[in-house]
């Protein structure tokens, strides 16, 4: 008989970010789990009930920053009733807050029903708790009942320890659908723009901002900036764009469908996000195993799989200047784009594929 597992996720397809990547290539992989999963109502339009993939999708309460709150009250009274129906064996969550949250009320009175919690935290860890202050010893509750913690980076790791975790605690990251990158690549040749690309949500953690005006301060202007993706800053950056007198080499290009993003990767240069926090960062990965030569931070858990000189290049965090010479070098040094390029795709093959993080989480579901 397979094993039930309760999955708890503030969000789910068709809204879908890092985490529900992860949930969706790993529960596809796992055939010999049945796989339950309550997440927010986002939309009228979404079903309240659906199956998607190896998942059967449960929509609860609604979307608006009431409803996120409200979430776990939802998500724990449906699955009671789910599990008087049905009993599952394991409880899941995915991120500490809204999910987390969710499953701690679930589980009163379950001593015996293990629980499994995903950290894929982006947020600054001082954001985290502000929004948590006043419920702090709850939120630490969190931590304190889970039976097992995968994190996907040391970084996460680390802070479940200095939220009061005592169970084990493994680093399983985010993977990358390697095949989906192997596309021909249309970069750089005498005389043509040298293209810089930049994929995230127009958040102030992602410093886009950043990136803006170091490119003001490239010596040269045969270059152009794609912006992938929307947030709230987008009328933010576009005016700050305008301001600074690059408008016409900047160019946002709202949200693009995960399946077209290695397209814009086979036409770019090199990828550039000056993360001000990251909980691992896979638009990084997804750019290395296309062959983009990177430049990052050393926030978070960026330095997992950024290795100076070797996978790509650290910027200083908010330091225009320094990006700016960073973009330089890249532009300016062929061979070392190429030898970044090389060596950031052999490390997403070997160690960041899905099929191997599937068989990571794998043998965690199977102990618990």
Not at 270 to 289: C, K, N
């Amino acid at each position: 008989m397979k094993k039930r597992i309760l999955i708890f996720s503030i969000a789910y397809e068709p809204l879908v970010g890092g985490a529900e990547l992860a949930v969706r290539n790993i529960t596809d992989r796992l055939s010999n789990f049945e796989f339950d999963l309550i997440t927010c109502h986002f939309d009228k339009g979404y079903p309240d009930q659906e199956k998607i993939g190896n998942v059967n999708v449960y929509r609860v309460g609604f979307g608006n920053r009431i409803g996120r709150i409200l979430y776990p009250l939802f998500a724990a009274h449906l699955a009671r009733k789910l599990h008087r129906k049905n009993p599952y064996n394991l409880v899941w969550s995915i991120m500490a807050a809204y999910a987390g949250a969710a499953a701690l009320l679930f589980l009163r009175g379950k001593p015996n029903l293990n629980f499994l919690l995903t950290l894929q935290e982006g947020d600054p860890i001082q954001h985290i708790h502000g929004r948590v202050r006043g419920f702090r010893k709850i939120w630490q509750r969190i931590f304190k009942r889970a039976d097992y913690i995968q994190a996907i980076s040391r970084f996460l790791a680390d802070w479940a320890r200095q939220e009061g975790s005592v169970c084990p605690i493994e680093v399983v990251p985010n993977g990358v659908d390697f095949k989906k990158f192997q596309i021909p690549s249309f970069r750089l040749k005498d005389g043509q723009e040298f293209i810089i690309v930049t994929a995230s949500r127009l958040v102030p953690k992602n410093g886009v901002d950043i990136l803006i005006r170091a490119v003001v301060k490239l010596q040269t202007t045969n270059y152009k900036l794609q912006i992938l993706g929307v947030g709230p800053e987008e009328v933010k950056l576009k005016a700050l764009a305008k301001k600074l007198g690059v408008s016409q080499r900047v160019h946002f290009l709202g949200n693009i469908l995960q399946d077209e993003i290695p397209q814009y990767l086979s036409e770019a240069d090199i990828f550039v996000r000056p993360s001000r926090s990251e909980g691992l960062g896979t638009a990084f990965l997804e750019a290395m195993a296309a062959g983009v030569p990177i430049i990052g931070t050393p926030v978070g858990g960026i330095p997992d799989f950024l290795t100076e000189g070797e996978t790509g290049l650290f910027s200083k965090t908010d330091d225009p200047a320094d990006l700016a010479d960073k973009i330089t070098i890249l532009a300016e040094k062929p061979e070392l784009r190429r030898k970044l390029s090389q060596n950031g795709k052999q490390l997403v093959m070997e160690k960041y594929s899905w099929g191997l993080v599937a068989e990571k989480m794998d043998k965690i579901l199977r102990v618990l």
